[in-house]
């Protein structure tokens, strides 16, 4: 057993981490995380006007406070979602231009300029001029692919032609806020050139539009991504990352969030159209019911912290308690400390990966309601899990039961952990025995 650990390890060590750290640092994967950070205010924002327009109410109930909630909700629809429209419903526009200012910057571009010309750009392909008005429907949900590969285009477009100097040259005398739109001006040319016929073959080819055409070739990808063996392969991945002292979590959600968003996007949009939300692996899923007080679902451990014999776990437990409530675990995860530790290393991995088991099936079986709504991750996990799937309560109790079925799951390993503790700061009371009975010289 010892032996096997010993080679576990050493490929985490010596294969995983090294690959994980060149992942986490490439510029392309930083901009497409950072890009989805940045526009992420506006979609809680917009997420959160969604709960008001459809109340978390049976249409026959008999509450009073139910009963005027769902009227109001039914006479100022259109004046509830418009801000949702304005935010969740074009969230493929903000992130597109973040994603293209934050490439950019890595590139020392301009990254103003470039995220206006990426913002152009995901216009010209995804929301054509029809009858005077601009289509909307590439803008949500269904444009998160087409805006981070135009994204990506344009900035490396927009770098191509800096590096090789192909731009109007202007004398020193203009003034540089000049001379910055201008250098603009062959870019967007080329752009024009290049995607602008592209997106004209796939409407008359195809009838599509671009974000359409994309989506159909992603579809398979995303139904994949939503099973339950595709979650426990990304929640197995991430914590072995964890484990190795890489945070696995900034990783795996960096490469996820445009799935996530997409599935959200889905969600909301059937929601709106008075059907059932489908998809089940949306970031507040991860968040709230799988990584419960953060990677590992270390709630349940410092927990038992909180009564251990040991000194050192007892005061762990109390400094991880309150930023553990609100889903910030470094420090149990380096205090313990967990990582490379190989006592809880079997915990650490099994306890996300049973919470994500019975989750699933507790979603799938609508036990408890899919996630329609984006929740700041730093809401407490009942809270968090109840505010995204549009306040059902019953998400709450499953977090308190996966609580619970974690902390089990810890248990014996805390228990074996802490006697190793425990004989560090209290020596066998023989050994003392043996020092009082030694002769004196």
């Not at 152009?120 to 909307?136: E, G, H, I, R």
């Not at 996820?256 to 059907?275: D, K, M, P, R, V």
């Not at 899990?385 to 902390?407: E, H, K």
Request: aromatic content about 12%; overall charge neutral.
């Amino acid at each position: 057993m010892s032996h096997a650990s010993d080679v576990l390890f050493g490929i985490i060590e010596n294969k995983i981490s090294p690959m994980a750290g060149k992942i986490s640092s490439q510029r392309h994967i930083m901009a497409i995380r950072d890009g989805f950070i940045s526009a992420m205010p506006f979609m809680i924002v917009g997420s959160f006007l969604l709960v008001f327009a459809y109340p978390p109410f049976s249409p026959d109930s008999g509450w009073a406070f139910a009963r005027w909630w769902l009227a109001m909700s039914v006479k100022y629809q259109e004046v509830i979602l418009t801000p949702y429209n304005m935010t969740m419903g074009i969230m493929s526009i903000y992130i597109t231009a973040a994603i293209a200012y934050n490439l950019a910057a890595s590139y020392k571009l301009n990254p103003f300029m470039t995220a206006m010309l990426s913002l152009m750009s995901f216009m010209l392909v995804a929301s054509p001029q029809v009858n005077k008005m601009l289509p909307t429907l590439g803008l949500g949900g269904v444009g998160i692919f087409t805006a981070v590969l135009v994204a990506i285009y344009t900035t490396e477009l927009a770098r191509f032609l800096k590096v090789r100097n192909i731009g109007f040259k202007l004398p020193d005398q203009v003034p540089p806020k000049i001379k910055q739109s201008f250098d603009l001006l062959i870019p967007i040319m080329a752009v024009v050139l290049t995607l602008y016929p592209l997106s004209l073959f796939i409407q008359y080819q195809f009838d599509m539009l671009l974000p359409q055409a994309i989506m159909a070739l992603f579809g398979p990808i995303i139904s994949a991504a939503d099973t339950l063996p595709a979650i426990l392969i990304a929640v197995l991945i991430c914590h072995l990352l964890w484990f190795a002292g890489i945070h696995g979590a900034v990783i795996i959600s960096g490469m996820l969030q445009a799935f996530w968003l997409t599935n959200l996007g889905i969600n909301q949009e059937l929601l709106t159209s008075g059907q059932p939300p489908v998809h089940i692996f949306i970031e507040p899923f991860w968040q709230f019911f799988i990584v419960i007080g953060g990677s590992g679902s270390t709630m349940g451990l410092v927990l038992l912290y909180l009564r251990s014999r040991s000194a050192h776990l007892r005061s762990i437990g109390k400094l991880s308690l309150i930023p553990g409530i609100f889903n910030i675990n470094e420090p149990v995860i380096f205090g313990s400390p967990i990582v490379m530790n190989p006592t809880l290393f079997i915990p650490f991995i099994t306890a996300p990966l049973v919470n994500a088991v019975i989750a699933y099936i507790a979603t799938r079986t609508d036990w408890v309601g899919k996630v329609i709504s984006v929740v700041p991750w730093t809401a407490p996990a009942p809270i968090g899990a109840a505010w995204s799937t549009g306040w059902d309560l019953r998400a709450a109790a499953l977090v308190l039961i996966l609580i619970a079925i974690s902390s089990v799951i810890y248990y014996p390993f805390f228990k074996a952990y802490e006697k190793q503790l425990l004989e560090q700061e209290n020596p066998p009371e023989q050994e003392e025995k043996q020092t009082l009975t030694q002769p004196q010289a």
